[in-house]
């Protein structure tokens, strides 16, 4: 009993430690970068980093993100579209595709496919980079790695995940009512309006908070993890695989947090 | 050799991991334009030595100057200024792996100073031409041997026009020849251009041929083998 108390006691503590780290780097990126947008040098530099990220977490992951959205876009239309009405419930199918896909699935999914790709990338390259010295050999060179590392993923992955559910929501709502267009018989226009009907400007603003969230939330744990990295190679995909759930984990909770705060 | 100024000076250092004692009390001076070769054994912390004297690791106690200042105790950010006068090259030059050549040599150029991107780049080939590596610009390097790799650690801590470069073990992996050519251009850098130099190294003999005094770490004291390390000047 003593040891599981322990065990417990010892996790909680480290969580804390790990928490307070991160919340450091974080204030750390942002207070580096905000003291030296006024000296000007480096900016260049950084921007082609932040170009990069926004390229590979945006628009590389584009093809998976449209496959996703139009497969699960048909499955939530067909479903509603096809059991609602045998209960009567024609006029919540607007209400139940903004609910499902705008404020929830939108969102969590685009999350999902970003901390796999992007997530998972971000700590093994910070890992690689500390495992060969690079990261040494930065700030040796007087470069902040809060700055020419941490802050540009983390301003990357904010702007891609929030086109990326956008797009993602475009794709479910549209795309995915063309591929269900083979069964159903409810006519377009009818099926915009009740969405439109359904949908609110406090939908769209509460999601794209999420995404905000969620895109720093992978940018700084991914990083956090992949410079825990210290001198073995091995402790690479552990770090990976560490920034991948934990970012899983930490979305999740802010999800439930926001579904609770705003919706309950 | 000018004896009067002190590039780098390390007072009363002590420094250790997880409660053991690595080094005890050491103190060290460097003069402007001389090369100081340390020499250790593998495992007596002379790459960790390096690391202390440009503020990667912090002493658990005593002074270490460069240029006259006290770097334990300056800010984050002073530090980076300091560091914009120091060079540092590492075992296998410590380049970035996803930059070629040329980005690297010229990656504190694009960070630290607003130079347009023409000027950047007629510096940074300079550099590689100064260190005999003319030709490689646009490798990456994985696709470079040891000699490269060095070569291009040490033309990009050459960029910023340092006037202390510190090697750490620079000829380890490097033929006879290969550790000789290195060695001219280490004498030549100080020949011309003043900049002191602080070589690690496990090559006594390389030591010996490159170094105007010598130390070495042993039992986490500095002892002299050619020169007087404390009270110089």
Redesign the interface.
């Known amino acids: 009993m003593s040891t599981l108390t322990g065990w417990v006691g010892n996790r909680f503590l480290s969580i804390l430690h790990d928490t307070n780290k991160i919340c450091d780097l974080l204030y750390l990126s942002l207070r580096d970068t905000f003291i030296s947008i006024r000296k000007w040098h480096g900016n260049r530099l950084i921007f082609q980093v932040l170009q990069k990220q926004i390229l590979f977490t945006g628009v590389d992951a584009l093809p998976i993100i449209s496959i996703i959205s139009l497969l699960l876009g048909a499955i939530v239309i067909t479903q509603s579209t096809t059991q609602l009405p045998m209960i009567g419930g024609e006029d919540f199918i607007g209400k139940v595709i903004v609910l499902v896909i705008i404020r929830e699935l939108g969102p969590l999914v685009t999350a999902m496919v970003v901390i796999a790709r992007s997530g998972s990338a971000i700590a093994t390259e910070l890992g690689i980079m500390s495992v060969n010295k690079e990261i040494e050999a930065l700030e040796v060179m007087g470069i902040s790695i809060t700055r020419f590392l941490i802050f540009p993923r983390i301003i990357g992955s904010l702007i891609a995940i929030l086109c990326l559910s956008v797009y993602f929501d475009i794709m479910a709502i549209l795309g995915g009512f063309i591929i269900s267009k083979i069964q159903l018989v409810t006519p377009f226009d009818v099926y915009i309006y009740r969405i439109s009907l359904a949908l609110n400007p406090g939908d769209i603003g509460i999601s794209l908070m999420k995404c905000a969230v969620f895109g720093v939330i992978i940018a700084i744990l991914s990083s956090y993890h992949g410079l825990k990295v210290k001198c073995c190679s091995t402790e690479v995909p552990q770090a990976t695989t560490r920034a991948i759930v934990s970012s899983i984990v930490v979305c999740f909770l802010f999800n439930s947090a926001v579904t609770i705060i705003f919706y309950i | 050799m000018e004896q009067s100024s002190i590039t780098l000076s390390i007072e009363n250092v002590t420094f250790g991991f997880n409660g053991k004692e690595l080094f005890k009390g050491i103190d060290l001076r460097v003069f402007q334009g001389e090369i100081f070769a340390i020499v250790g054994t593998s495992g007596s912390g002379t790459s960790t030595f390096l690391?202390l004297c440009?503020g990667?690791l912090k002493p658990w106690q005593g002074v270490i100057g460069i240029n006259g200042i006290d770097i334990t105790t300056v800010s984050f950010?002073q530090?980076?200024?300091i560091?914009?006068r120091?060079g540092?090259v590492?075992q296998?030059g410590?380049?970035?792996?996803n930059m070629t050549l040329l980005d690297n040599v010229a990656?504190?150029l694009?960070?630290?100073?607003?130079l347009h991107e023409e000027a950047v780049m007629g510096i940074a080939e300079r550099r590689l031409s100064l260190v005999e590596i003319s030709g490689y610009e646009e490798y990456f390097p994985a696709q470079l041997s040891m000699e490269c790799k060095t070569r291009a650690g040490l033309a990009?801590a050459l960029v910023l026009d340092p006037n202390l470069i510190f090697y750490d073990e620079p000829t380890a992996g490097l033929d006879e020849d290969k550790s000789d050519s290195l060695l001219r251009l280490i004498k030549r850098l100080r020949d011309e251009s003043g900049v002191t130099s602080v070589v690690v190294s496990h090559d006594m003999d390389f030591a010996a041929r490159t170094a105007d005094r010598i130390a070495v770490i042993e039992d986490g004291r500095m002892k002299m083998v050619r020169g007087r390390v404390k009270g110089e000047g």
Request: overall charge positive; charged content about 25%; hydrophobic content about 45%.
């Open positions: 690391k440009v990667l950010q530090l980076n200024k560091r914009l120091i540092f590492f296998d410590g380049l970035i792996s990656l504190p694009r960070y630290h100073t607003a990009r």
